[in-house]
Structures are given as structure tokens and as C-alpha cells.
């Protein structure tokens, strides 16, 4: 069984489209598979024929899923992912390694890292009129990129900064939760799942009930 890890951004409904908006800005560009015209939220579908087909997502996507690719400052664990990529799927002289890298390279000198999946999850039931955004790694090796990358912790970060998020954690499976983010303030408090209250009640009610935050 691989790994499958994702971050969980919790927002109110009334900023989902500055939570969109901000992925959108700071996706790589050529790789970025949604857009958000006359406040409209449209899937983009492209074909290997050349074909480019726009679906409107009601309800701003909720209980939908989009796919992006973000683009995020250069740390180790950043490169390393890279380089991995380089080793595993090219021959030697294949390709020059320079432009290997080069391919990566995003806008901003950031570097875009692999596509992700994006659900835009109704979460009212738990925070009112809150929406799940669930930023899931697609392999096993973004899943390890995902836990260790301190330039994808800031990127989390600043999203919940900017959309005023309730919470933001990243879910790393046995190895438990990680808090990034609640009421206005960054964390990095990992929580191993040793108990079932947070499968039945969450981790953001069980996080809340302790911290009393």
C-alpha cells in the first residue's frame, strides 16, 4: 500500500472563491486545470488532440474536485523530489539534466511539483457554513514531499492566512495529524491517531475541544 496524504483547509462558504483564486495565482500556469470567469468556477479539460473543454461547476464546485499544480519556493525536499523523478524515469544520456530541471521550473522561480487533486467538500454539518478543501498528494512520493517540504508548509500557511481559514492540517495516515494553522495562528503540532474520536468526530472538533481554541 503507497502513501496517501493530503492537507485539509477548513473556510467559510463566503471565501471559497478567494481560497480558488489564490491556488489559481500561484499554480503553475501551463498546468493549472480550473479557472474562475464572471465569478463562475469552470473545470478545463485538454486533450491530447488539442481539444479544451471548460465544465461550469455549480455551486462554486462544492462536493466537486479540481486538479492544479502548485508552484512553491525551491527547499531540499523540493529538489530532492525532483532529482528522484530525474533518476527513476530517464536514462542517463537521455536527457541533460540542466534541462530536466529547467522543465520544472515554474513562474516567480518557484517550482511546480506534480499534479494534485482538489475536493471542495461541504463541511457545514461540522463548521457552519464551512467548505473542506482537501489537497490530495497523487503518489506515494508526494505524499513524503508533502510531510517534509517546509516551502508546501508555507504555502498552506499563507492560504489560510489569506482566506481566513478556521483550521489547516495536513493528514499523513498512521503517522497522525499535523496543525498548521487555527483562529489566526500558525502551528506545527503533530498529533499521532491513537484513538477513535477522531475518526467519529473529526480531527478539527477533537483539536478545538483540547486546545480550547
Not at 42 to 70: C, M, P, V, W
Not at 89 to 117: A, T
Not at 192 to 212: A, C, N, R, T, Y
Amino acid at each position: 500500500m503507497g502513501l496517501d496524504y493530503d492537507y485539509r483547509i477548513y473556510i467559510k462558504k463566503e471565501n471559497l472563491k478567494r481560497a480558488l483564486q489564490f491556488v489559481h495565482e500561484h499554480s503553475d500556469r501551463k498546468r493549472v486545470s480550473f479557472e474562475i470567469t464572471n465569478d463562475q468556477l469552470y473545470k478545463i479539460d485538454e486533450y491530447a488532440n488539442g481539444q479544451i473543454l471548460k465544465t461550469l461547476l455549480h455551486d462554486f464546485g462544492i462536493n466537486q474536485r479540481i486538479y492544479t499544480s502548485i508552484a512553491v519556493e525551491q527547499d531540499d525536499s523540493v529538489m530532492e523530489y525532483h532529482l528522484y523523478d530525474l533518476t527513476q524515469n530517464y536514462q542517463p544520456d537521455s536527457l541533460d539534466e540542466s534541462d530536466f530541471i529547467e522543465y520544472y521550473k515554474s513562474q516567480d522561480n518557484k517550482w511546480w511539483i506534480g499534479q494534485i487533486e482538489i475536493h471542495i467538500n461541504d463541511y457545514s454539518s461540522k463548521i457552519t457554513d464551512g467548505v473542506e478543501l482537501q489537497f490530495w498528494a497523487l503518489t506515494s512520493h508526494m505524499s513524503r514531499l508533502f510531510a517534509e517540504s517546509k516551502s508546501i508548509d508555507k504555502y498552506f500557511k499563507e492560504l489560510c492566512k489569506a482566506t481566513e481559514a478556521d483550521y489547516g492540517c495536513i493528514y499523513m495516515e498512521d503517522s497522525g495529524y499535523r496543525l498548521i494553522w487555527a483562529k489566526d495562528k500558525e502551528y506545527n503540532l503533530t498529533v499521532p491517531v491513537l484513538w477513535s474520536s477522531f475518526e467519529e468526530h473529526g480531527f478539527i472538533k477533537v483539536i478545538s475541544d483540547i486546545m480550547k481554541i
